[in-house]
């Protein structure tokens, strides 16, 4: 198979294990196994693969408090982060996470973050690190439309600047900022202007299509490794789910949601046009959707058989308890 | 022995420790000073000059120069920590802790616990407190009771230039994000520093003078006041033993609840305000654990709970005094 | 005859004042040599000062019990009794003190032998020019040349004195790669050639008893005595496990407890001598450099041969009678010795906890000029 055919197969693995996991998630919370605040990524699936399928493992990502996607485009262990999800022991931050700070650092994966815009600094930390041990990595930090209003992003923004580090920021646009919509917070209306205000290039991709996301993070990733220093990525996208679980998303029209759903998805794209240009095959993509559903099925059925940490666990992985 | 100055061996155990191992970087405002200028580069080294030297010894690709961005050089250290860096970044003064504190109490501090014990996030952050400079409410504060309040941050303040050499030594090498606080009027003081590499470790306070009738605990640049305000109550007969922590968190609790309990009649004196701090955080301890060997309840030599006023006179009043901590010592003796 | 100072003595070279604990004579009494005048307490020890030399009376008292001054202030005048109040006024009036905070005047100087790739702290005190032969002092596992502050203190006015920081102790390089005590007494051959001594008195404690033994014996023509006190290596026996206790206490608490097992009188072990033997432990190299010398020691005390019989006859060996870490008993292992004092009621350095001890050791180098 050649690597571009298995690049193929990986990237339609990933969005559909994150579209499925992410569905799998909103019932099983619903149901109540899964305890806290959850925020769901469906629908954004191929802006987080588009652009992994850049990285490679010398690679850094950090992302925000909607980090399934990222986590599982990135490499993270499915079945972990389906226990951590349900608060297991065997989860992939042993349950001391949660969904809003999943991580594995093994795999490059610093953290969904429950502070938005707070992966910004960490992440030209990551290519501070990559540009002085001379790794070749880079690091992409992952955020909302609400982030690009933080001050943690415009500091960062210009610190990446300033030091040329191998950063790629990625805006991904989905609409809303919780409850608010980016065409009305975002001053000035137009991040690309934004970040050649700071003194470095953007890129815009629409965020529904996989290979327009893919070719635009190749553009800036290739820019970072080179040495050619930060770029911005800004997708367009939307979420299907509220801004968290139990949000009625009132503030988005009647029908948004479901004309976006039959006529943008990004998974559907996808399909139709590796199957329209002889990329791959029916049953290779029946096949591998199979294989996922397989998988996220006996994710559930593992973590809910695991069981909870020890309460003796509460005084670990810290100096000094008082 | 070498005598140095407090800035001389702060500098020197960030030279020894960059030597000792490439992923020792310096990240802060003005460190160097002029990157980028037609002038000098290295113009300040630290606005304090702490950091002079440094760049000229180990480039610009371990002392790097900042933007005025509290918020993301702070986070870039933090992350620089997390991916494999051992960095150094200076917080000018701890006062401007509010634009970057999401990167220290969100993310460092809780790396190593949220994600489950497998990062760690080997950071060091050093940065200026204190009061007496006649730098007026947004330079001058004592702030190391809000990191003691986080768990999973660690905080050295260290009281000579001794201890700060051997503290920071520690810090570098703590796998722990570290506060290390170093008093702004101390910077020239002088004391007795090896010129080898030595470490003071954290959690392990120090007992300066022995005496049977109050013990003195004392934070920082407060010892002192603390030793002058001893010496004139020895005049009184009263004979004091006094205490420095060394660093806030972890606590030498073990040598302040012996301490307290050889005497029972306990001071302590801090220049932070005294609402919700480290004095009243130890007065506490002692109180709960050490109460059957008190004679006296304990007393504290705080600030006044004001923010730190410009006109010297003011400034001088704001400060704990050697008269104030002689008169809480007295007060505690004939109780 | 002259008006006399009686200044604070600096005893070891971290002392910067000391505190009159007590007078021993008082204004009037005549004053002999040797005659214990003062008692002055510093925060590492409490010691007698005595007069140097003998003739005159105690004139003034000029810091009373309870005062604090520093190294080489005025505390007392000796003159005979014959010279007018007058001149001992002027003499307080105008007396000169330095007070340098680097160093007084008084006291040792320290120098920097390089030997062998090591800088070599010593101590050096006494006349620069002396018909009198050097006595050189080597201390002992874990210490350094401070603690022969007192015998410094005591011997220097008579004759040049020579203090060794054995490189891993003291000010000297930390880090030995091979740190066993024939090394050892090579290095101690190699400064004392470096500094120019063809002959000397050695004294050496502990550690540095078995240091000296083997300098003696391989170099008999620069011993012309030997001083041997509590030395180590005699026997197997090492007790109460101190060299590994010591080696593995890192703590206030335990160390002080460690520490405690060298007197009879725990009460020695001050606060303030903790916090420094902490503080030179924390010293990059010295826990390495430490450790191979237990190791070493442990291995082979007991096995490192007999004094020959030429040096024996010109050997004092003083031991502690209440030694917990090499008992009393040692000494047998050394038959030919031409002195053996067991000093009651101390523990394993004598030269710290006895007040004879400088008396023993003065005498019995007298003995063998």
Known sequence: MSRRDNQ??????????????????????????????IHLYAGQEACAVGVCMELGERDYI??????????????????????????????????????????????????????????????CGAALTAKTRKTGGVAVSFMGDGASNQAATLESFNLAVVWKLPVIFVVEDNGYAEATPSSWSIGGGDLIKRAEGFGMPGFSADGFDYFAVNEAAGKAVARARNGDGPSLLYLTCTRYYGHFEGDAATYRARGEVEELMEKRDCLSAFKSRVLAGGMMSADELAGIEAEVADLIDTSVRSAVADVEPDVSRLTTDVYATY | MARKTYREAINQALDQEMARDDRVILIGEDIAG???????????????????????????????????????????????????????????????????????????????????????????????????????????????????????????????????????????????????????????????????????PFGEGRVLQEGKDVTVIAIGRMLQTAEKAIQAARADGIRCSLVDPRTISPLDEGLILEMAAETGRVVIVDEANPRCGVAADIASLICEQAFGDLQAPVVKVTAPHTPVPFAPVLEDAYLPSAERIAAAIKQVRAY | ????????????????????????????????????????????????????????????????????????????????AAVPDAEIDAFIASYVFDEDEDGASAGPKEERVEVDGYQVN???????????????????????ADNWAMTVAAMSPARPVIAIDLPGHGKSTKLVSDPRPETYAKIVARVLKALGVSRCHVAGHSYGGLVCAILAAGNPDLVASLTLVDPAGLDAAIGEDYVGRFVGANDRRTLKDVMGLLFEDTRLVSRSMVDDMLNYRRIEGV?????????????????????????????????????????????????????????????????????????????????HA
């Open chain 1, 8 to 37: 193929l197969r990986q990237a339609f693995w990933k969005m559909t294990a994150i579209r499925r996991f992410e569905e799998r998630v909103h019932l099983e919370n619903e149901k109540g196994s899964i305890p806290g605040f």
């Open chain 1, 62 to 123: 950090a992302s925000t408090h909607r980090g399934h996607g990222h986590a599982i485009a990135k490499g993270c262990d499915i079945t972990a982060m389906m226990h951590e999800l349900h608060a297991k022991q065997g989860g992939i931050c042993a349950g001391k996470a949660g969904s809003m700070h999943m991580a594995d650092l093994t795999v490059g994966m610093m953290g969904a973050n429950g502070i938005v815009g707070a992966g910004n600094p960490l992440v």
């Open chain 2, 34 to 200: 002029g990157t980028g200028a037609s002038g000098a580069q290295d113009a300040w080294g630290g606005v304090m000059g702490v950091t002079k030297g440094l760049i000229g010894k180990y480039g610009p690709e371990r002392v790097l120069d900042t933007p005025i961005s509290e918020l993301a050089l702070v986070g870039a250290g933090a992350g620089a920590a997390a991916t494999g860096l051992r960095p150094v970044v200076e917080l000018m003064f701890n006062d401007f802790l509010g634009v970057c504190l999401d990167q220290l109490m969100n993310q460092a501090a809780k790396f190593r616990y949220m994600f489950g014990g497998r990062v760690r996030a080997p950071l060091v952050v050093r940065t200026q407190y204190g009061a007496g400079l006649r730098a007026a409410a947004q330079h001058s504060q004592t702030l190391y009771s809000i990191f003691a309040h986080i768990p999973g941050l660690k905080v050295a303040v260290p009281s000579n230039p001794y201890d700060a050499k051997g503290l920071l030594m520690s810090a570098i090498r703590d796998d722990d994000p570290v506060i290390f606080m170093e008093h702004k009027a101390m910077y020239d003081d002088i004391g007795e520093v090896p010129d080898e590499a030595y470490t003071v």
């Open chain 3, 1 to 80: 005859m002259t008006v006399k100072a009686i200044t604070v003595p600096r005893w070891g070279m971290s002392m910067s004042e000391g505190k009159i604990a007590g007078w021993l004579v008082a204004v009037g009494a005549e004053v002999a040599a040797g005659d214990e005048l003062v008692e002055i307490e510093t925060t590492k020890l409490t010691g007698v000062y005595e007069a140097h030399e003998g003739g005159g009376q105690l004139r003034r008292i000029l810091a009373e019990e309870g005062t604090v001054r520093p190294v080489g202030a005025l505390i007392g005048v000796i003159a005979d």
């Open chain 3, 122 to 144: 010593v101590l050096r005190a006494g006349p620069a020019e002396s018909e009198e032969l050097p006595l050189v002092l080597v201390h002992g596992f874990g210490g350094n």
């Open chain 3, 287 to 367: 826990q390495a450099t430490l450790e191979k010398i237990a190791a070493d020691l442990s291995a082979r005390a007991g096995t490192f041969g007999t004094l020959p019989a030429g040096v024996a006859g010109r050997t004092l060996v003083v031991w502690g009678e209440k030694d917990k870490i090499f008992p009393p008993g040692h000494m047998e292992r050394i038959p030919g010795a031409a002195e053996k004092h067991v000093v009651a009621g101390v523990g394993h350095m004598p030269h710290v906890e006895s007040p004879d001890f400088n008396r023993l050791l003065g005498d019995f180098i007298a003995r």
